[in-house]
Every structure is written in structure tokens, then in C-alpha cells.
């Protein structure tokens, strides 16, 4: 290795075999499960709508219809994702998630402007409520299946860092406040007798609905602009490679960055210049393996400096 010369020794970038990693496969059956509960619960939130002529549970009956095409969504986004590098797209396609979430908030915020103008035609020409504690009771039902599945989804979406399965059980979490918020708004309205009520409720949904879209939209744009990894797993990054280090001189200008599933990883490491190209590539594997066995799929990259290179700072900068 010749001094001065900056060599990359990590392998970098792989191409993965065709198989999918089994994270993916648990996160497309979740969102295949996630597709047909939001079948379901628009049919049973329909089926409340058509038993009132409700236009606050109308309005709770349109937006699982973007329930059901976000979970549509999530599906296509996972298993686009998943797709190995190619010659256009060199670091993966991992970004697709969060693409797909986008998309989604943009879909969650379309579903809020209907409501808005549905509520905004009920309002000049209000209606009383046809049979509203048998409607209120039906979609009691889809609440509960809702609220079950949103953990679901969270809780997964999380662990196996999917955006797609995220952005989908935060829609549904927004879609349980709000129906709960509709079933008391339906009670007001029938303990009162003020029938414009019902669509002030539906309007109030609609802003809450706008609400959550542009949360989900803003949240995923920054895993477009490459944002680094959450501190408490950039402090397990400093851990794994602090102990793998070995003989090495000093670690530094280290920078992580997340696209989806996928941690990008990538840092200067200083040897003796005396060292070998085989024992510092002996290095560079065993940090690399430690990282990969730490986080699932990281791509890591290691930039191979002699000494006279070292910044003269704590271990790891």
C-alpha cells in the first residue's frame, strides 16, 4: 500500500442473491394481512353509513378506502424495495418505501379534501340520523380491528425498519382516533337533536385527516435526503466497531445514512504503514462482519489510511 494513497478495502455495495431477506418476507405478509383487514373494515364502516345516512360516518367509511390503497401500496413498495442493485440503480432500490409512503400521505390528504367537501354540502342542507346506535355499534366493530391492527403494524413496521408498514399503521391510528371521535360526535348529535352537528363533526375529521397526511409526508422525506441513523443505533455502531478494531491506529469521519431497511455505513480507518494490505484487509472483514451481523443487510464501507493520515482525535469521530 503505498503511502499517502487512500485505499478502499471494504467490499461496499453487494449484489445480493434473488432470495429476499427474511425481514421482507415477514414485512409482505403483514401487509398482505394488512390489505384484507382494510377490506373488511370499509365494508363494515360502509355498512354503518348506509344504516345512518351519516355523513360524519361517511366520512369514516371514505377514508379506509385509502386504507385499502395504502395497503395495496405498502405491498408493491416492499417488493419493490427488495429488488437487488442494478447497472441504473447501483446502491439498490430501498428508497422505494419511502416513495411509496409519500404517496401515501398524498392520498391521505386527498381523502381529507373529500371529506372537507362532503361536510362543507352537508352543512348548507342538513339530515336527521337514521337508526345512529346500531350505526355507531357496526362501526364500533371496525374501530376495534383497526386499533389491533395499527399496533401490529408499528410494532413491525419497526422492528424490520419497513416505511411503508409505518406510514400504513399510523394512518390506522389516525383513523381510530378519528372514528372514536365520530361515534361521540353521532351521540351529540342524536342526544341534542342539532342535526348540522353531524357534519361538523365530519369536517373536523377532514382536518384531522389532512393532519396525518402531511405527518406521514414529512416524516418520509427525510429518508430521501439521507438522513443518518437515530442516535441509540449510531451509539451501537461506535460499540461494534470500537471492539472490532484491533491494531488499528485511529476510526474517523464516520457517516451512516438509512434508505429503508438498509444502513449505509462508511468511516476512514488509520493503520501503521508498516502494516500489510492482507492483515488491514483482515481488519477491514472482521469490522465489516461484526456491523453486518449487528444490523441486517449494512452496507459498509471502509477507507484504509496510513498513519501519518490520523487526525489526532478520540477513537472514533
Excluded at 146 to 155: D, F, K
Excluded at 185 to 214: F, H, K, Q
Excluded at 249 to 258: A, G, V
Excluded at 293 to 306: K, L
Amino acid at each position: 500500500m503505498n503511502q499517502g494513497t487512500e485505499q478502499s478495502l471494504g467490499k461496499g455495495p453487494r449484489t445480493p442473491t434473488a432470495q429476499l431477506r427474511p425481514s421482507v418476507h415477514v414485512s409482505l405478509r403483514i401487509a398482505a394481512g394488512s390489505l384484507g383487514v382494510s377490506i373488511a373494515v370499509l365494508a363494515i364502516k360502509f355498512l354503518a353509513y348506509l344504516l345512518t345516512g351519516s355523513v360524519a360516518l361517511y366520512s369514516d367509511a371514505l377514508e379506509s378506502i385509502i386504507n385499502v390503497l395504502t395497503a395495496a401500496a405498502a405491498i408493491v413498495a416492499i417488493r419493490g424495495a427488495a429488488r437487488p442493485p442494478d447497472a441504473e440503480h447501483p446502491y439498490g432500490h430501498d428508497k422505494t418505501e419511502y416513495l411509496s409512503a409519500i404517496m401515501v400521505g398524498t392520498l391521505i390528504v386527498v381523502a381529507g379534501l373529500l371529506i372537507l367537501w362532503e361536510a362543507y354540502g352537508a352543512i348548507l342542507a342538513p339530515k336527521p340520523i337514521d337508526s345512529p346506535w346500531i350505526g355507531v355499534a357496526v362501526n364500533a366493530v371496525a374501530t376495534v380491528i383497526n386499533a389491533a391492527w395499527s399496533g401490529v403494524l408499528l410494532r413491525q413496521g419497526r422492528k424490520h425498519r419497513s416505511a411503508a408498514l409505518v406510514a400504513d399503521g399510523k394512518h390506522l391510528l389516525a383513523d381510530v382516533v378519528t372514528s372514536l371521535g365520530v361515534a361521540v360526535g353521532v351521540a351529540v348529535v342524536v342526544l341534542t337533536g342539532i342535526d348540522v352537528l353531524d357534519a361538523a363533526i365530519a369536517a373536523l375529521v377532514a382536518l384531522l385527516v389532512l393532519r396525518s397526511g402531511w405527518g406521514v409526508i414529512r416524516e418520509n422525506a427525510s429518508g430521501l435526503l439521507d438522513e443518518s441513523v437515530p442516535a441509540a443505533e449510531l451509539a451501537r455502531i461506535r460499540e461494534v466497531i470500537t471492539v472490532n478494531a484491533g491494531e488499528a491506529i485511529e476510526i474517523h469521519d464516520l457517516r451512516t445514512r438509512h434508505a429503508g431497511r438498509t444502513i449505509f455505513i462508511d468511516f476512514h480507518l488509520v493503520v501503521p504503514g508498516s502494516m500489510s494490505v492482507d492483515r488491514s484487509h483482515e481488519i477491514c472483514d472482521r469490522l465489516e462482519v461484526a456491523l453486518q451481523q449487528a444490523f441486517e443487510g449494512a452496507v459498509v464501507m471502509i477507507h484504509v489510511e496510513p498513519e501519518h493520515e490520523a487526525k489526532q482525535t478520540p477513537v472514533i469521530v
